[in-house]
């Protein structure tokens, strides 16, 4: 049975209607833009300014389509009027605009039905930068089994040159001699891939460094590579709970298929809510009865019941925009996965996958985001460097709020459960120098420390120093367990709690049950065996228990603020 989507104009065939047109959202509808009156030409203006901010820069306009949906299309020279009037309400505001793709519908004879003439409806991306960023940002973490061409895929897509069959992309990402050795992901590592106004590719195929791609890109992919080995299993827990990523590529072997540790990493990614697109890489290495039998194992994985998704093949350009558009609004409710086929070594569809990640709307709705950046700052640590020059170096995601050069922070949790002040001297994204952070984007932050001695670790996070934060070494968490080979109990459990950057042993101090077994809900409290962290209510954790195979997710409900002994004997 075909689970394939069709869905009207974006589809493979030519059906009379889209969906209705939103009031919210970055799609705007028109049926045509011809020869509009001053007050209406500034209407025009407005309202595309008010789509760009609903898309974090981006906007869709389907031009030759009622705001019912239905596909009226437009003569050429209507169609010739209507994109000049649009390139000017984008030239007004600064934006570029970039034809997606074009559609013919025929319309019908009255006396005899024959095609009597062809009309249009044509489908643009408008594009604007936002005032206060100097590019749109979009974090993508790939994950898939070991050897399924993670690294080679990247290599690919970020530097412009095809693999040899041998991996010589792959050396291009990989960050430690030893994993140049083995071939395989054993960290987290970056690669960024840019996007001009126009939507062609800017990569290190023409520019030199990371701070050339960003200075040339209006849009910026930035893609966390981590490990497919079930051995770094926790690094790659780590990164999809720190980085949290707007969407996952699952990359799947053609000729291993489903295999290794690919089911688990999908289900971290539906357990942590993310959205997701496949890409089953080496097809040059398969013949096509081999890589049918591959989809079809996709597929099944992806309609089950712990998945409820729809499968999406993509077969030429329009269906990797069409794809594109399903990811608007709220992208985790839609069930709509797009599966890539691709080769880096024949270079095979690569064009579609970028194609895809150019049209790709940001995850988080506007008003989302600007509830978050209103926020006091909160930002997450999972990497420390020392530079000579600089002094400690902090890396991470800002969770919430904005930071700027020379702010005054709280950094914490010490041992002591204690936050200690701190001022951020330089900031960077992307390897590039910036004034200012906000909610959401990953950066590096320089510290001015007051103490020599201070000690900075990965999971301290650095808080609005207006606040009071309060540590914690207990919480109580509504949990499901997704799987464990017999049950949980109380007596004896450890399990490795992720949440954020937060990354430690936790034991159960009190159920609401005596056992939970797989797919069992229960309010449990935990306790860190070693130091306090910093959590907040409403989060999302992680819980594996390595020696069972168990794994578990849940929300936590309840966080009770640590007082270290020294205080305690000071009060009393």
């Known amino acids: ?264 990493h999908l289900g971290l990614a539906l357990a942590l809510r993310v959205p997701i697109f496949v890409v089953i890489n080496k097809i040059d290495l398969c013949p096509p009865s081999m890589t049918a039998r591959v989809m079809e194992q996709v597929k099944l994985v992806l309609t089950s019941p712990g998945c409820k998704k729809t499968p999406f093949r993509i077969h030429n350009r329009d269906d990797a925009i069409t794809a594109a558009s399903c990811f608007t609004g709220d992208s985790y409710s839609t069930s709509t996965t797009p599966i890539f086929f691709t080769s880096s070594v024949t270079g095979e569809n690569l064009d579609l996958l970028t194609t895809f990640l150019n049209v790709l709307p940001q995850f988080q709705s506007l008003k989302e985001q600007e509830r978050k950046i209103q926020e006091s700052p909160e930002f997450q640590i999972d990497s420390v460097f020392t530079v000579p020059a600089a002094g400690p170096v902090v890396g991470g995601t800002l969770v919430r709020g904005v930071v700027l050069e020379g702010s005054e922070l709280l950094l914490g949790p010490a041992d002591s459960g204690e936050f200690v002040p701190v001022r951020v001297s330089t900031l960077h994204r992307n390897r590039t120098p910036c004034r200012v952070v906000r909610a959401g984007q990953a950066a590096t932050l320089a510290l001015a420390r007051s103490e020599d001695n201070l000690s900075i670790r990965k999971g301290m996070v650095l808080v609005s120093s207006g606040r009071t934060p309060r540590s914690c070494k207990q919480f109580e968490a509504d949990t499901t367990v997704l799987y464990h080979s017999t049950a949980i109990s109380k007596k004896n459990f450890q399990a490795t709690v992720y949440c954020g950057n937060v990354r430690q042993t936790a034991v159960i101090v009190t159920m609401d049950k005596e056992l939970v077994r797989t797919n069992e809900r229960a309010l449990i409290t935990f306790r860190f065996i070693k130091q306090p962290e910093y959590l907040q209510v409403g989060s999302r954790l992680v819980l594996r228990d390595g020696r069972n195979k168990g794994i578990g997710i849940g929300i936590i409900t309840k966080v009770t603020p640590y007082q270290h002994s020294s205080s305690l004997l000071t009060d009393t």
């Open 1 to 264: 049975m075909e689970h394939t989507l069709e869905i009207g104009l974006r589809g493979h065939g030519i059906n009379e209607n889209l969906p209705p047109e939103d009031a919210e959202g970055n799609i705007e509808y028109k049926l045509k833009l011809i020869h509009p009156t001053k007050s209406r030409f500034e209407h025009l203006v407005t309202q595309m300014k008010w789509r760009l901010q609903e898309g974090h820069g981006e906007a869709i306009y389907e031009i030759g389509v009622e705001d019912s949906g239905l596909l009226t299309g437009l003569s050429d020279s209507e169609m010739d009027l209507s994109v000049h009037t649009l390139r000017r309400m984008a030239s007004k505001l600064g934006a570029t605009v970039t034809l997606l793709r074009n559609r013919t519908i025929p319309t019908e004879n009255q006396e005899n039905g024959e095609a009597a003439e062809f009309r249009h409806a044509a489908e643009f991306l408008v594009r604007k930068v936002p005032d206060d960023q100097q590019f749109i940002e979009l974090r993508v973490a790939v994950l898939g089994n070991a050897d399924a061409g993670k690294s080679t895929l990247l290599g690919v897509l970020t530097h412009g040159e095809l693999d040899n069959g041998r991996g010589r992309a792959r050396l291009n990402v990989f960050r430690h001699l030893h994993e140049i050795q083995s071939g395989r992901t054993s960290s987290i590592s970056h690669e960024i891939l840019g996007f001009d106004s126009v939507g062609e590719v800017v990569n290190y195929s023409d520019s030199r460094t990371a701070e050339d791609i960003c200075e040339n890109s209006t849009k910026i992919i930035s893609f966390v590579d981590l490990a497919g080995h079930q051995k770094y299993l926790r690094t790659t827990i780590s990164g999809l709970t720190a980085y949290v990523p707007d969407f996952v590529c699952l990359v799947i072997s053609a000729n291993n298929g489903m295999a290794g540790t690919a089911k688990e």
